[in-house]
């Protein structure tokens, strides 16, 4: 079974993209595609690389009945260009980032993830200097994203697998 690769991206890999990485792996495991997926998140920057996210990220996706404390941030390598089939960037500062980084051989697909699952506003804002409830309305916005991307991409595999029996 072909499995599809997601990277969530922001600045520190601390903050919003944790939350997407828990969000997506634990609804798709409770649509029963888990196995299907396989996602990660990164940061532009590696000021945080090996910390975990931030407590206020744990504690909104802990109030959802998600646990991403054991999440480690990194950096966006260029070996993810060409190992992921799609990369999300959380805001256009991070998208115009992972362009400039893009090696001429990639072979992911690079989207603006608040414009792949159509939603205003275009751009998940960091909630870094915010409060807890910042923190929870990035994760209403990422919890919607990602349940759309699941409904986007596995209807489409779906289409996929009924044209690929109609012909056998």
Known sequence: ????????????NICRSPLAEGILRHRAAEGGFGDRLIVDSAGTG?????????PRSVAAARDNGIDISGLRARQVK???????????????????????????DS???????????GSE????????YGDAQDFDRVFRMLDEGCTKLLATLFRRQGQAGARQSETK
Do not use: K
């Open 107 to 117: 072979s992911a697909d690079l989207h603006l993830f608040m414009d792949f699952v």
């Open 46 to 54: 590696g000021w945080h690389q090996g910390e975990g996210p931030d």
């Open 78 to 104: 260029t070996a993810d260009f060409s190992h992921f089939d799609m990369i999300f960037a959380m805001d256009r500062a991070n998208l115009r980032d992972l362009v400039r980084r893009t090696p001429h």
């Open 1 to 12: 079974m072909d499995q599809t690769r997601i990277l969530f991206v922001c600045l520190g």
């Open 121 to 128: 506003p275009r751009d998940v804002p960091d909630p870094y």
